[in-house]
């Protein structure tokens, strides 16, 4: 099992974890079972994915790291050169669909890698966690205690 230490340590493995979409846990298994579907558990350590819930911060992400800086460009490109629309057509919309899209599923992973090493959960639900871990009320213990 991957056991972080460091704060950088956890950075990096979250991440490799998000990025190659593998256990945030073990390493070993997958995270996801298509292209943005989280597993329902790892199929090496069996880690449930229940905990996870990115919701829409990988598409928050992509827009913010990728739309808007890439519209502010086609914008420039448009007033610079005025090219025709068949331009844009051909070369804008893929470049922004593709660019908004490729991303999603690194982010996502990256969000769930996080939510598990930082152990992520709303106010409220320690008793949720206690039961979906098989760990006794209050014992905490943490993802990394398992």
Not at 67 to 88: D, G, K, R
């Amino acid at each position: 099992m991957v056991r972080p230490e460091k704060d950088a340590d956890k950075f990096r493995w979250i991440l490799t974890a998000g990025w190659k979409g593998l256990c945030p846990r073990c390493g070993k298994g997958h995270m996801f079972t298509s292209w943005l579907k989280v597993s329902r558990e790892c199929e090496v350590c069996g880690l449930d994915y229940r905990f996870a819930a990115p919701d829409d911060g990988p598409a928050f992400f992509s827009l913010c790291i990728v739309a808007f800086p890439l519209t502010f460009l086609l914008v420039w490109i448009e007033v610079t050169y005025s090219p025709p629309l068949w331009v844009h057509v051909v070369t804008s919309i893929p470049v922004m669909v593709l660019g908004c899209l490729l991303p999603l599923r690194p982010i996502k992973g990256w969000l769930v890698a996080s939510q598990y090493v930082n152990r992520a959960q709303e106010a409220g639900t320690s008793a949720l966690w206690d039961r979906l871990h098989g760990r006794a009320p209050g014992k905490g213990g943490g993802n990394f205690d398992d």
